[in-house]
């Protein structure tokens, strides 16, 4: 099966790339979002590599590259009351929501801004770029992953 290309965003003050290269890997929890859900479950699998993407950060962009490490499996957070992504429409037998592993992260020499990823014509067709765009979890092509990558200085 052909290895997929994605962007995930994280905030970078609740968790950044530096948070992962120290933790090594993590759980994307909390995705709540059913588009972005069904890209974990349905399309997502170990080896797809990502573009880790600081969002609400000035400036916002790319800082480095992971990979998916396991597949989708239930998100805990929804099962647990005290926690903000709680969901009273989980069952332990019927998950609601989903999350991959996320790990093997490697930080860019250069941080690439989105300003920097709208300079780029050959990149004007990501979803990233386009007006309204919110989505957590976003396909990418593998040419424009290519570029990003090489952009980054990796």
Same mark, same amino acid.
């Given at each position: 099966?052909?290895?997929?290309?994605?962007?995930?965003?994280?905030?970078?003050?609740?968790?950044?790339? &530096?948070?992962?290269? $120290?933790?090594?890997t993590?759980? #994307?929890?909390? =995705?709540?979002?059913?588009? +972005?859900?069904? *890209?974990?479950?349905?399309?997502?699998?170990?080896?797809?590599e990502?573009?880790?993407?600081?969002?609400?950060?000035?400036?916002?962009?790319?800082?480095?590259?992971?990979?998916?490490?396991?597949?989708?499996?239930?998100?805990?957070?929804?099962?647990?009351?005290?926690s903000?992504?709680? &969901?009273?429409?989980? $069952?332990?037998?019927?998950?609601? #929501?989903?999350? =991959?592993?996320?790990?093997? +992260?490697?930080? *860019?020499?250069?941080?690439?801004?989105?300003?920097?990823?709208?300079?780029?014509?050959?990149?004007?067709?990501?979803?990233?770029?386009?007006?309204?765009?919110?989505?957590?979890?976003?396909?990418?092509?593998?040419?424009?992953?290519?570029?990003?990558?090489?952009?980054?200085?990796?």
């Open positions: 099966m052909a290895k997929k290309h994605w962007l995930m965003k994280s905030e970078p003050d609740v968790y950044s790339l &530096d948070h992962l290269l $120290k933790d090594k993590t759980w #994307w929890e909390g =995705v709540r979002n059913y588009q +972005a859900r069904n *890209f974990m479950m349905k399309e997502m699998s170990v080896g797809d990502v573009l880790f993407y600081h969002s609400n950060a000035e400036p916002p962009g790319v800082a480095g590259l992971a990979q998916i490490t396991r597949a989708a499996e239930p998100d805990a957070l929804q099962f647990q009351k005290s903000e992504y709680f &969901d009273p429409k989980a $069952k332990k037998d019927q998950p609601v #929501w989903y999350c =991959v592993q996320v790990g093997g +992260a490697k930080k *860019f020499k250069n941080f690439i801004s989105l300003e920097d990823l709208r300079r780029h014509k050959d990149l004007q067709d990501m979803l990233v770029l386009k007006r309204g765009q919110r989505l957590s979890i976003q396909p990418v092509t593998k040419k424009d992953f290519d570029l990003i990558k090489k952009l980054g200085g990796l």
